[in-house]
């Protein structure tokens, strides 16, 4: 079974960012049935502190790194924050860097998306969040940039996201998720791709990405591009 965590780079009870991945769980629930789509909290993880890690003894942090290391694949949907993503996703971002050398971020497939009631859809944030992955040693998915413009026009009297232009776009999200989850399990199998080696403080980094399916939209991955265009 396909195990996908959500994590939302906001906090807020009525996120359009939270309401997007609601769409991607229903999306995966409607399309995937075997598969899983839980959300990871990030409210609940306090500041990141060394003293603190090095202890051991939060809870939340442990909850949080078991469910990602258990995950197939993560989907991060961001608010963009004075063009960067906001700091309680950078900290939970941070817990989950570490252990150094054990990181469940390392070699994990991770989609991004951003969503805003502005213009451009909180596009900006989505090149630092993935530098951010990339130093992590996450293997992002290629797909054509998903920023949900106007975003708080696309949610139905409910708070859901039920805006068919919006839903596309997420759709094919999804599916470029997956397709990164098997072209991993295929390269496994066949020995192409070992288990990600841990990277130590100093190892230089690589960049690793899937490609996804070509699709009718697809390209390479422009970090300026913005998929959605309701003005
Ligand atoms: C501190 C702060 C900075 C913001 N900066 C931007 C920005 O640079 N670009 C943008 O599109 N929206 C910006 N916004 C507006 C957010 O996109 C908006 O609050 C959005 O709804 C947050 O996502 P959420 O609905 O998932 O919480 C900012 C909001 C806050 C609180």
Not at 25 to 50: E, H, K, M, W
Not at 182 to 187: L, S, V
Request: glycine share 8%; proline share 9%.
């Amino acid at each position: 079974m396909t195990k996908v965590v959500l994590i939302s780079g906001s906090l807020r009870a009525a996120s359009v960012n939270s309401a997007a991945l609601r769409a991607v769980r229903r999306i995966i629930a409607q399309t995937r049935p075997s598969a899983s789509a839980v959300s990871l909290p990030i409210g609940r993880l306090p500041f990141y502190n060394g003293d603190v890690d090095s202890a051991g003894t939060t809870p939340a942090v442990a909850v949080a790194r078991a469910l990602v290391a258990d995950a197939d694949a993560l989907v991060i949907s961001t608010p963009c924050y004075n063009g960067a993503v906001p700091g309680v996703l950078k900290n939970a971002l941070d817990w989950l860097s570490r252990p150094d050398g054990a990181s469940p971020l390392a070699g994990r497939v991770t989609a991004v998306l951003s969503a805003s009631p502005g213009g451009r859809g909180g596009i900006e944030a989505q090149p630092a969040l993935l530098d951010l992955l990339d130093s992590c040693e996450a293997i992002t998915v290629e797909h054509p940039p998903v920023a949900i413009r106007r975003a708080h026009q696309r949610l139905d009297g409910s708070g859901e996201m039920t805006d068919p232009e919006a839903l596309a776009a997420l759709r094919e999200l999804v599916d470029a998720t997956f397709e990164a989850v098997a072209i991993m399990a295929e390269q496994r199998r066949s020995g192409l791709r070992t288990p990600e080696p841990p990277r130590t403080s100093g190892t230089p980094r690589t960049h690793q990405a899937v490609p996804s399916v070509p699709s009718p939209v697809a390209g390479p991955l422009s970090r300026d591009r913005v998929t959605l265009s309701r003005s």
